[in-house]
């Protein structure tokens, strides 16, 4: 069987940027408590009228053209988002419009911050089986659209910016480059954990919505933080191991770690867990804040071409989000 590789990556982030001192007349907060609690000290907010899909071509073009293609290349179009263009259809369906794809198949997947190592698994599978031959995996977040900075809210509403970053994954045509493995985990127990309650059919009721859902502000996420803190140091802890035990290697084997850009602190407590040098790890939630599914590849595609990641580089990804989900995937770039 065939084995497959990531082409080329791609980024876009508004250029609208948000110091913490901007979330101050948002919120009720400070600078010092964001920079202690999250390392956050910007990040990027897109206009009014732009929406996932539209960060998303941008992204994808990007990666596209990054693996040395044409759009009318890609076999099959893979997109993560929580915060769609619509409740209904897929946001991939609209994106699919605006890249110009007609008639390829397209995949939503709803995996949260754990999007893009969800993706490269199903592109993986179905490249290595000769399904297709190159497939568009793309995430997309617009959370400024929903931040809610009153007391309930704040806590998650201090870390979210927008963007999007995409890969191309297509065969590894006999090269030793290629996706190495992607090991996949999830434990719905934890759910309610991070989530939004409304709109939704398990209210107890016949509404879809009403306005006491707004007012009680079961539209908006909600977060155990301490949960959700210890879920992501441990499973993205045990990410990295796991994927060095499948493998067969040591942690000085790989030559970049790089996770989901959460919280500054999680990524240290992350680091003094596994014992992976610091000067090895890829971060840029300082920059960006947290953008969901977007963070990681967006950090690969920017560990790429600040030239921290090389040809033959070992590069290990770890994601844990809301659901919980998480899981790794290893490549050989």
Known sequence: MASSRILGSGKYVPEKVVTNFDVMKMMDTTDEFIVERTGVRRRRHAEADVAASDLAVLACKAAVADAGLTMDQIDLLIMNTITPDHADPGCAFFLQGKLGLPGIAVMDIRQQCAGLIYGLSIADHFVRAGTYRHVLVVCAEVLSKRIDGSYDGRNIAILLGDGAG?????????????????????DGRGAKALYTAAPGCALGRKEHITNEDIEAGRVHFRMDGKAVFNGGVEKMSEAVFESLRVNGLKLSDID???????????????ITRTGFPKEKVYANVVEYGNIASASLPIAFDEARRS???????????????????????????
């Not at 030239?307 to 770039?333: E, N, Q, T, Y």
């Open 166 to 186: 995409a890969v191309v994954v297509g065969p590894a045509d006999g090269s030793a480059k290629g996706i190495r493995s992607t090991l996949l985990h999830a």
């Open 256 to 270: 970049v770690l790089i996770p989901h850009q959460a919280n500054l602190r999680m990524l240290e407590a992350i």
């Open 307 to 333: 030239g921290m990641i090389r040809d033959g580089s070992l590069v290990l990804l770890v994601a844990f989000g809301s659901g919980f989900v998480w899981g790794s995937a290893l490549l050989r770039m």
